[in-house]
T-cell receptor, first 115, second 115 residues
Framework: AQSVTQPDIHITVSEGASLELRCNYSYGATPYLFWYVQSPGQGLQLLLKYFSGDTLVQGIKGFEAEFKRSQSSFNLRKPSVHWSDAAEYFCAVGARGSTLGRLYFGRGTQLTVWP | DAGVIQSPRHEVTEMGQEVTLRCKPISGHNSLFWYRQTMMRGLELLIYFNNNVPIDDSGMPEDRFSAKMPNASFSTLKIQPSEPRDSAVYFC?????????????FGPGTRLTVL
């Protein structure tokens, strides 16, 4: 069965610093991979997704993520964090070719940004 | 499009009362998902529908929970009777197709408090 691990529950960075949020997945083949962001009191919004092709994918708000098959990872990065990036970030995996349609979400990483 | 619409946004009720949460998916989307988010358990998939038919309800915690989708533009999640441990944020999400390579669009959520 698919599963997602986000090892960091809470990360604190200073504004302007670089950011990397970790995500590891368990799946027997190459999955579909997603990063979502949840601002306080809001629903989840898609940041980026990987289906195939170039392993470095660009998303909204200056985020990018790299798919590394050998490490079963899909880490999210941003070169310079803004205070408005403070939110909770969720990694999710979907089964390629599956008609079941569900996504498996990690527990989330809460990002705090110091001014 | 207005996005996924959920009502009410906040609900406070007393233990034993019936609670009904409502969701209007994005027009044209074929799949609808109900999630529950708590600090303890994170984001949990409760049930999802494709073309108004329930596909997987294995995430529904117990018989007190029921969900319906009478037509393509409306779904309800009902809890009867409600208990304090049902307090959570409930999200509805919709997707154009049921395949996992499609982004899920989340509503703003309903914050349920059961006293």
């Amino acid at each position: 069965a698919q599963s997602v691990t986000q090892p960091d529950i809470h990360i604190t960075v200073s504004e302007g610093a670089s950011l990397e949020l970790r995500c590891n997945y368990s799946y027997g083949a190459t999955p579909y991979l997603f990063w979502y962001v949840q601002s306080p009191g809001q629903g989840l919004q898609l940041l980026l997704k990987y289906f195939s092709g170039d392993t470095l994918v660009q998303g909204i708000k200056g985020f990018e993520a790299e798919f590394k098959r050998s490490q079963s990872s899909f880490n999210l990065r941003k070169p310079s964090v803004h205070w408005s990036d403070a939110a909770e970030y969720f990694c999710a995996v979907g089964a390629r070719g599956s008609t079941l349609g569900r996504l498996y979400f990690g527990r989330g990483t809460q990002l705090t940004v110091w001014p | 499009d207005a996005g996924v619409i959920q009502s009410p946004r906040h609900e406070v009720t007393e233990m034993g009362q019936e609670v009904t949460l409502r969701c209007k998916p994005i027009s044209g989307h074929n799949s609808l998902f109900w999630y529950r988010q708590t600090m303890m358990r994170g984001l949990e998939l409760l049930i999802y529908f494709n073309n108004n038919v329930p596909i997987d309800d294995s995430g529904m915690p117990e018989d007190r929970f029921s969900a319906k989708m009478p037509n393509a533009s409306f779904s309800t999640l009902k809890i009867q009777p409600s208990e304090p441990r049902d307090s959570a944020v409930y999200f509805c999400a919709s997707s154009p197709f049921i395949f996992s390579d499609n982004e899920q669009f989340f509503g703003p959520g309903t914050r349920l408090t059961v006293l």
